[in-house]
T-cell receptor
Framework: AQRVTQPEKLLSVFKGAPVELKCNYSYSGSPELFWYVQYSRQRLQLLLRHISRESIKGFTADLNKGETSFHLKKPFAQEEDSAMYYCALSNAGGTSYGKLTFGQGTILTVHP | EPEVTQTPSHQVTQMGQEVILRCVPISNHLYFYWYRQILGQKVEFLVSFYNNEISEKSEIFDDQFSVERPDGSNFTLKIRSTKLEDSAMYFC???????????????????FGPGTRLTVL
């Protein structure tokens, strides 16, 4: 069974501080990992995915298969980063048609 | 920019009644999904739909649930006889196609609708 764990329900930082949102997963196959974000009163949207290896809005995430982690990092948080962040896992390989398994979500609050 | 739309935004119903939640996926997308989020809990997968049939469903998606793409644009989720525990936010999502980049098949980004809040009294 696939499972995603986000240990922090709430995370508060001050503007300009580094931020790390933790995500651990368990999956025996070949996982594909994503971070989705939901800003206040907006829909869920993709922030980044591990196969893209790109930085979006200053955020990066590295898939660490040894530690089964996919932590989201940003060196200098901005107030507009305040949102709910979800880590999600999908089965790469096509057998589950892209079904996403989500973590519980972390509410990030960036204080001025 | 095209978006997934969902109607209604909020549905209130009595226990035992049938509800139909509607979604219009992005027009060139081929994979369709329903997820739900009970208040305070995680977003959970319900069902995926491709080529006019269910490709995968979760344990939650029992005989009370059904999905349909009746006219080539709408994608509906029907709950036949609602229970109190069906109260949740229901999200529709769609994605384009699979991509094959020299490795395992990878599904394109899922685009989510704004959700329908279902309240069962």
């Amino acid at each position: 069974a696939q499972r995603v764990t986000q240990p922090e329900k709430l995370l508060s930082v001050f503007k300009g501080a580094p931020v790390e949102l933790k995500c651990n997963y368990s999956y025996s196959g070949s996982p594909e990992l994503f971070w989705y974000v939901q800003y206040s009163r907006q829909r869920l949207q993709l922030l980044l995915r591990h196969i893209s290896r790109e930085s979006i809005k200053g955020f990066t995430a590295d898939l660490n298969k040894g530690e089964t982690s996919f932590h989201l990092k940003k060196p200098f948080a901005q107030e507009e980063d305040s949102a709910m962040y979800y880590c999600a896992l999908s089965n790469a390989g096509g057998t589950s048609y892209g079904k996403l398994t989500f973590g519980q979500g972390t509410i990030l609050t960036v204080h001025p | 920019e095209p978006e997934v739309t969902q109607t209604p935004s909020h549905q209130v119903t009595q226990m035992g009644q049938e509800v139909i939640l509607r979604c219009v996926p992005i027009s060139n997308h081929l994979y369709f999904y329903w997820y739900r989020q009970i208040l305070g809990q995680k977003v959970e997968f319900l069902v995926s739909f491709y080529n006019n049939e269910i490709s995968e469903k979760s344990e939650i998606f029992d005989d009370q649930f059904s999905v349909e793409r009746p006219d080539g644009s709408n994608f509906t989720l029907k709950i036949r006889s609602t229970k109190l525990e069906d109260s949740a936010m229901y999200f529709c999502a769609s994605s384009e196609t699979m991509e094959l980049a020299g490795g395992p098949l990878s599904y394109n980004e899922q685009f989510f609708g704004p959700g329908t809040r279902l309240t069962v009294l």
